[in-house]
C-alpha cells in the first residue's frame, strides 16, 4: 500500500476558474518540482526536511472550520475517510479537488486511491501541466483537469512550451481548462504563445488568466490587453481573480 504526504484536507468553495463558487474538499499534496516566484502555498511547495514531521492539517466536520493534526504519510483509506467527513449529504455527488504543491507527484498513491473514490466523488486535479505521462495514467481516474501553463516572465523559470503541448494531449478527455497567472513582469508575447499553444489543441476551451495577488499583482490595462489578444484565436478567454481570498476563506 503506498502512502502520501498531504498538507492539508479541508472543505471551502473553489476559488478559481469555470467552477468558481462551487463546495469543494481540498486534499492539498505536499511537495512540488517548481518554484514560481507568485506560488501562493510556499510550505505546500516544500519537502519535508530529514526527520521533520509535518502534521496533515485535517478539517473535522463541514460545518466548523476547527482542525486536527495527523500523522504524515496518509494511507489510502485514511484519506477517504478524512474527505467523507467533510461530506454535505445532498442529490449530487460531491467534488475532491487534488491541489498542492504537484498532485501528479504523487502518481502511484493516486493510482491506488482515485478508482475507489470516483465510486462516491468527481475528482478535480489541479496540476502544473508537465507531467504527462503521470497524465496519461490519471486520465480516466479524473473527471476535470485545471491545467496551468507556466508563462516564463511571470514565474521566472524557463520556458515550457513543449512540455506543455505534449500535456494538453495526455489531458484529452476530461473536462479541461487551461489557466495562466499573469503578473507585473508578465509579456504579452507570452499569452499570445500560450493561447496559440491552446488553439493548436481546442480553441474552444475556457483559457483563465488570473491576476497575482499582493505586490506581483498586474496592471489592470494589461489584463484587458492580455485577454483581447488572446480572445484572436480562442473563442473563452475569461479574466478571473481568486474569489476564496477575497472572501478570506481557506
Not at 71 to 85: D, E, F, M, V, W
Not at 167 to 187: D, E, I, M, S
Request: charged share 25%; aromatic share 6%; with cysteine.
Amino acid at each position: 500500500m503506498t502512502n502520501a504526504m498531504i498538507d492539508e484536507v479541508f472543505a471551502s468553495i473553489q476559488g478559481e476558474g469555470p467552477w468558481t463558487g462551487q463546495r469543494h474538499i481540498f486534499v492539498r499534496f505536499i511537495g512540488c518540482d517548481l518554484r514560481c516566484s507568485y506560488c501562493d502555498t510556499p510550505e505546500a511547495v516544500k519537502e519535508p526536511a530529514g526527520g521533520e514531521q509535518r502534521p496533515c492539517r485535517a478539517q473535522i466536520s463541514p460545518y466548523t472550520f476547527e482542525r486536527e493534526n495527523l500523522q504524515n504519510p496518509i494511507p489510502p483509506l485514511a484519506l477517504t475517510g478524512l474527505c467523507s467527513r467533510l461530506v454535505i449529504r445532498g442529490p449530487s455527488r460531491p467534488i475532491v479537488s487534488l491541489t498542492g504543491g504537484e498532485p501528479l507527484l504523487h502518481r502511484e498513491f493516486l493510482q491506488e486511491w482515485l478508482p475507489e473514490m470516483r465510486n462516491s466523488f468527481r475528482i478535480y486535479l489541479e496540476t502544473n501541466g508537465i507531467h504527462h505521462e503521470a497524465m496519461k495514467e490519471m486520465n480516466r481516474l479524473v473527471d476535470i483537469v485545471s491545467m496551468d501553463m507556466k508563462l516564463p516572465s511571470a514565474t521566472g523559470q524557463k520556458a515550457r512550451w513543449e512540455e506543455h503541448r505534449t500535456f494538453l494531449t495526455a489531458a484529452a478527455g476530461p473536462a479541461l481548462f487551461v489557466k495562466v497567472v499573469v503578473t507585473r513582469t508578465t509579456a504579452a508575447d507570452d499569452i499570445i504563445a500560450a493561447a496559440r499553444l491552446l488553439a493548436e489543441h481546442d480553441r474552444r476551451l475556457a483559457f483563465i488568466i488570473q491576476p497575482a495577488g499582493g505586490g506581483d499583482a498586474p496592471d489592470l490595462k494589461d489584463l484587458i490587453r492580455f485577454q483581447h489578444s488572446a480572445l484572436e484565436v480562442l473563442e473563452d478567454v475569461r479574466v478571473l481573480t481568486q474569489v476564496h481570498r477575497m472572501l478570506g476563506m481557506p
